[in-house]
């Protein structure tokens, strides 16, 4: 049975662990690897570095998660945008697996 996937996008790094953390407390959920993205107005920004977090589990779980990060992060900096994917397609899986952090 395909996982649920919740995204959530953040300015910054310590708003990413910190939505991290608080969404791994809140709900039984696992943490793909984390992605970066440098817009182009970086100066226009509160901070010039958007972090995605990305949770796996239930609906329910991972539902949880991203609201309990989303108030994680807005302590901090800032939530960008956020979503809930019920039940990914075979081609948003391998989207999943991407980030810029990986150099190899």
């Given at each position: 049975?395909?996982?649920?996937?919740?995204?959530?996008?953040?300015?910054g790094?310590v708003?990413?662990f910190?939505a991290?953390?608080a969404?791994?407390k809140?709900?039984?959920?696992?943490?793909?690897?984390?992605d970066?993205?440098?817009?182009?107005?970086?100066?226009g920004?509160?901070?010039p570095?958007?972090?995605l977090v990305?949770?796996?589990?239930?609906?329910?779980s991972v539902t949880?998660a991203?609201?309990a990060?989303?108030?994680?992060a807005n302590?901090?900096?800032g939530?960008v945008s956020r979503h809930?994917?019920a039940?990914?397609?075979?081609?948003?899986?391998k989207?999943?697996h991407l980030?810029?952090?990986?150099?190899s």
């Open positions: 049975m395909a996982q649920a996937v919740g995204l959530i996008e953040v300015y790094l708003a990413a910190a991290c953390d969404g791994c809140a709900a039984d959920v696992t943490v793909e690897p984390f970066k993205n440098k817009p182009k107005n970086p100066d920004l509160k901070v570095l958007i972090i990305k949770f796996r589990g239930s609906v329910e949880a991203v609201d990060a989303a108030e994680a302590r901090i900096s939530v809930i994917i039940n990914a397609t075979e081609g948003a899986e989207m999943l980030n810029a952090f990986d150099k």
